[in-house]
T-cell receptor, first 108, second 111 residues
């Protein structure tokens, strides 16, 4: 069973900021929160990872509140090429469980 | 640094046959995990190997097996193929941190 819950799909327009929220109701103390992006017929690609507060890299920002029961992936100024499935995961230990992911569709 | 490589990229087999897929992790990565991805079930964890030992296993029948060699390369074997085994098989490698790197996958079609 997936350990995380996220919206099934989201639509956006080019140039907008997109925020995808994930619930981590069963996250373990030692788990990190990780987000992956997947394009059709390709393997998932690591986007960002954090433990708490805020993490930013050249691709996205990740916001994690103090209780760590949720996380928000923020994609600034999306483009058509950001259309993909985005997975949030609790990562730690030996088994990584993927949920259904959020299908983001960016329109022109 | 070279990424995770998987061979073959595409494969067509018939029911009842067996298949072996190969994965070469990123240099220095000792952990290799395997996943099956289908439209209906999404990404499902098969098993994980670390230093030639299986550390964890998902909920798949015994027809699915794997192994890891001393150079960290891993193989996955599926025996007595069924139509439902048609899927994209992905492997991922990592070091001791939790950042996994995925390969491009092997697309298996069972007819």
């Amino acid at each position: 069973l997936a350990k995380t819950t996220q919206p099934i799909s989201m639509d956006s327009y080019e140039g907008q900021e997109v925020n995808i929220t994930c619930s981590h109701n069963n996250i373990a103390t030692n788990d990190y929160i990780t987000w992956h992006q997947q394009f059709p017929s390709q393997g998932p690609r690591f986007i960002i990872q954090g433990y708490k507060t805020k993490v930013t890299n050249e691709v996205a920002s990740l916001f994690i509140p103090a209780d760590r029961k949720s996380s928000t992936l923020s994609l600034p100024r999306v483009s058509l090429s950001d259309t993909a499935v985005y997975y949030c995961l609790d990562t730690g230990g030996f088994k990584t469980i993927f949920g259904a992911g959020t299908r983001l569709f960016v329109k022109a | 640094k070279a990424g995770v490589t998987q061979t073959p990229r595409y494969l067509i087999k018939t029911r009842g046959q067996q298949v072996t897929l190969s994965c070469s992790p990123i240099s220095g990565h000792r952990s290799v995990s395997w996943y099956q991805q289908t439209p209906g079930q999404g990404l499902q964890f098969l098993f994980e190997y670390f230093s030639e030992t299986q550390r964890n296993k998902g909920n798949f029948p015994g027809r699915f097996s794997g192994r890891q060699f001393s150079n960290s390369r891993s193989e996955m074997n599926v025996s007595t193929l069924e139509l439902g085994d048609s899927a994209l098989y992905l492997c991922a490698s990592k070091m001791e941190t939790y950042e996994q790197y995925f390969g491009p996958g092997t697309r298996l079609t069972v007819t």
